[in-house]
């Protein structure tokens, strides 16, 4: 059964997940440590927790949620996995980086595609992915049926939904991807989502302000 940890990492607060086998195969999801200090400690978490690091993958590729992936490639030999139509945004992270302050090396580009439905194996254990557009061309979460778990990065949110004002969203879109490929799993599976605290499908569905809307 996979397990799964949480660690926020750089200014804009960013959920990092570690999601774990029962061997401590581990694939990590939208590393976003940044600052020496955040690498630091998260090298020595996988050091002393006894992990092997197979994989690392993005929900998406907004800079805040990709500050860490250099270091994945390096330290780890891991190479990007994202949707394709995230390139743009991978490319441009570098120059969103300076608006922010940040320093942000460029990225080669996406180094093995993940589509829709596709299977990232954990050992024996997997996930699937599932292609929720709207806050980005290509955002995705990453859904366990048997640990009843969805990481759904920055489209939906406890009590909200992402952003959608940033180049390559579009409202309508996100909410059609949440209400056909979230809302439709069990309503017990609980959100992790790239900002905040978790929730479970069935709070956002009866709750979510933004998802109650007439």
Not at 135 to 141: I, R
Request: with cysteine; charged share 20%.
């Amino acid at each position: 059964m996979l397990r799964i940890e949480e660690f926020v990492f750089n200014s804009f607060q960013v959920n990092t997940y570690l999601v774990r086998n029962e061997k401590g195969d581990c694939l990590v999801i939208d590393p976003a440590f940044y600052s020496p200090e955040e690498i630091s400690s998260f090298d020595r978490y996988i050091s002393s927790a006894g992990l092997t690091i197979i994989g690392q993958v993005n929900t998406h590729c907004h800079v805040d949620h990709v500050l860490g992936v250099k270091h994945m490639q390096t330290a780890y030999s891991c190479p990007l996995r994202a949707h394709p139509d995230e390139s743009g945004l991978l490319n441009n992270a570098p120059v969103m980086g300076e608006v922010y302050g940040l320093k942000v090396e460029p990225v080669s580009g996406i180094d093995q595609a993940i589509d829709d439905e596709d299977s990232i194996a954990i050992g024996e254990d997997s996930l699937i992915a599932l292609l929720v557009p709207g806050h980005s061309p290509g955002s995705l979460s990453f859904y366990s049926p048997e640990a009843g778990f969805v990481v759904t990065g920055d489209a939906l949110f406890h009590g909200s939904i992402g952003r959608t004002d940033l180049p390559g969203g579009d409202y309508d879109t996100l909410i059609s991807s949440i209400r056909n490929r979230l809302l439709t799993l069990p309503p017990e599976t609980t959100v992790y989502p790239g900002h905040g605290d978790p929730s479970t499908i069935g709070e956002e569905a009866l709750n979510n302000p933004f998802l109650t809307m007439a």
